[in-house]
């Protein structure tokens, strides 16, 4: 999805380095060769930030607003499977035919199906994909316009061959070791059911995370104080995954109705499961976000506050950046007051008290 209008489809990173100044140099020499050239294998390279042929790359295209933007772009030719399917068909019939056979072995089949291949391919036009990203400097972040791991994995390398740099994906993993200078992964597991055991959960700190947003949600009706910029107001609805590993029903997806106040969700909860992803609207100072959000992979999915005014490209693409930015805060705040609660054990001890009662007694509506 486009950082420039729309819905922005986006995961975050830190970058373990500052930039260097000549990052559009380097990025320009890692370009994206002409589709001319394409072959058989795929082409991978870099382009500016405007369209997916918007080469050579220069601080023109690769800068708006303040800030640096690229994509990464991947060409290749395709055949479809159901045209070398049908053409395979058809080169073995005419084998048989000429040979005189009632029908072709395994080898005869592979190398028929090559040979299509090799004829088919080169008459296929480029299939086009494109991940983008933006650098926040200010923010200390880069979005990466990707959800999925093998995106995220593809531009990792890519950036780091381009810059010497790696991008290290944001979680609450790396989220606390940045901000508390912990290890998620040594935290002892934790139920939010009191009838499951601490012992039986597995150490998911993300669904901690999300799990703990519902409750403390609800239980402070929905307004969070923030450090720095007033009240946050966050309300959680479904579609709900919930999953807890294990035996049983491991996952589980409610989306009629009330989802959250459901008897469905009661129950997923009271047998261990923990929030995984669900939809969340956050409001602060007259603005709004609506999101989904992925707590394993911390994927979002963020609809933006409305602009105020018209703008010119540059300005609106600003904006949007800066108010993204301001999602981040708002999120980041909100995951500090976890960590408020779970990285110190006495409050903790205290919180899953409530959670536990919480999860016993929430009102729910068929």
Not at 125 to 150: C, K, N, W
Not at 160 to 169: F, M, R, S
Request: with cysteine; net charge neutral.
């Amino acid at each position: 999805m486009s950082f420039e209008s729309g819905q922005i489809g986006f995961r975050m990173c830190y970058a373990l380095k500052e930039l260097p100044t000549d990052a559009v140099q380097r990025f320009a020499s890692k370009a994206s060769p002409p589709l001319k050239s394409l072959g058989a294998e795929p082409a991978i390279g870099w382009v500016g930030g405007r369209h997916l042929f918007d080469l050579p790359i220069s601080d023109e295209n690769a800068r708006l607003g303040g800030y640096l933007r690229l994509s990464l772009l991947k060409a290749e030719r395709k055949v479809p499977s159901s045209l070398l399917r049908a053409e395979s068909f058809m080169e073995e019939l005419a084998r048989m035919k000429a040979d005189n056979k009632p029908f072709l072995d395994r080898k005869a089949k592979s190398e028929v199906r090559k040979q299509v291949m090799s004829r088919l391919l080169p008459q296929m036009p480029p299939t086009l994909r494109a991940i983008p990203f933006v650098h926040d400097e200010r923010g200390g972040v880069v979005y990466v316009g990707a959800v999925s791991e093998q995106q995220m994995d593809a531009l990792r390398v890519n950036f780091l061959a381009a810059t010497g740099i790696d991008l290290v994906p944001v979680n609450v993993e790396t989220a606390v070791a940045q901000r508390r200078g912990q290890k998620a992964k040594q935290w002892a597991p934790a139920s939010f059911s009191p009838e499951a055991a601490d012992d039986e959960m597995e150490n998911r700190p993300g669904q901690d995370f999300l799990t703990w947003l519902w409750f403390a949600s609800e239980d402070r009706g929905g307004l969070f104080e923030s450090r720095e910029r007033g009240q946050i107001a966050v309300a959680l609805e479904g579609p709900l995954l919930l999953e807890r590993p294990g035996d049983g029903a491991h996952v589980i997806a409610i989306r009629e109705g009330v989802p959250t106040a459901s008897p469905e969700a009661q129950t997923a909860l009271m047998t261990g499961k923990k929030l995984r992803r669900a939809k969340l609207t956050l409001a602060c100072q007259d603005e709004t976000w609506m999101t989904s959000f992925d707590a394993d992979s911390f994927a979002f999915r963020v609809k933006l506050p409305d602009p105020k005014e018209v703008l010119d490209p540059a300005s609106r693409f600003q904006e949007r950046i800066q108010k993204l930015g301001e999602f981040r805060d708002l999120f980041f705040e909100l995951l500090d007051q976890f960590l408020d609660d779970r990285c110190d054990e006495k409050n903790w001890a205290k919180a899953q008290k409530k959670i536990h009662q919480w999860a016993a007694t929430r009102d729910t509506k068929k």
